[in-house]
């Protein structure tokens, strides 16, 4: 399996290409530069097959419409989060000041312990709201792409529509109570690993914010 990392759109959120063994790949958070994105696809030779979501805010959604027509590529999304792929006010594309939003009407809606496979590889559904209601994680082998729900040294947003502080941190420390190391690929900023987040992130081990509450 190789992961590559693209920072994509205006806000350069991760998204990152996955290849298979038989040249296929999974994209995921195709958040916008479609012609930048087809670019590696084709000059790497790889055919897209799946476009998985963490959660369906504009920047990490933006190229998904384009490819997954290009490619015939599979979309899928939490169920909670599936209307925001037809709305723009609820992907927060007006709220960001009327940014790039293009219908995705084609795709398959996914729920906790759901699994995706592609070829080889086996891409498991961890629900972690928080950030949004529908937000996910996505197990695969050793690697944890989190979108924006675990960063490093950090976590997401919970201020927007559908943010909750207290589900966020539950999700936070379902992460965190999963066995083993994972390398984790967040959805802004620098890859990191689950060992290392639950040494020094301080969101890992708890609300911080619990006493002042």
């Known amino acids: 399996m190789k992961i590559t990392r693209i920072p994509v759109g205006a806000l350069a959120a991760n998204c ?22 087809k670019k590696y696809l084709d000059d790497n030779g790889l055919t897209l097959k799946k476009i998985l979501l963490t959660h369906g805010h504009f920047d990490h959604i933006g190229a998904v419409a384009q490819l997954s027509l290009e490619y015939n590529a ?18 927060l594309a007006d709220a960001a000041g009327g940014m790039p939003h293009t219908d995705v009407e ?11 496979t592609l070829d080889e590889l ?3 559904v961890i629900h972690t709201p928080g950030h949004t209601r529908g937000g996910v994680c996505y197990k695969c082998g050793n690697s944890l792409f989190t979108g924006d729900t675990l960063f490093k040294m950090s976590m997401g947003r919970t201020d927007f529509p ?21 390398n984790v690929y967040p959805g802004h900023n620098e890859p990191t690993t689950l060992d290392y987040e639950r040494k ?3 969101y890992l081990k708890g609300n911080p914010y619990e006493d002042f509450i």
């Open 16 to 37: 990152y290409i996955i290849e298979t063994e038989s040249k296929n790949a999974a994209a995921v958070d195709a958040g916008g530069d479609f012609e930048k994105l």
């Open 74 to 91: 599979e979309v899928f999304i939490h169920e909670d989060d599936a209307v925001m792929l037809t709305d723009r006010r609820e992907s």
């Open 106 to 116: 084609k795709y398959t809606t996914l729920k906790d312990g759901d699994t995706v």
């Open 122 to 124: 086996s891409f498991e």
């Open 162 to 182: 559908g943010g909750s502080a207290s589900q966020l941190f539950d999700s936070l420390k379902r992460l965190s109570s999963l066995e083993g190391d994972y």
């Open 200 to 202: 020094y992130n301080a």
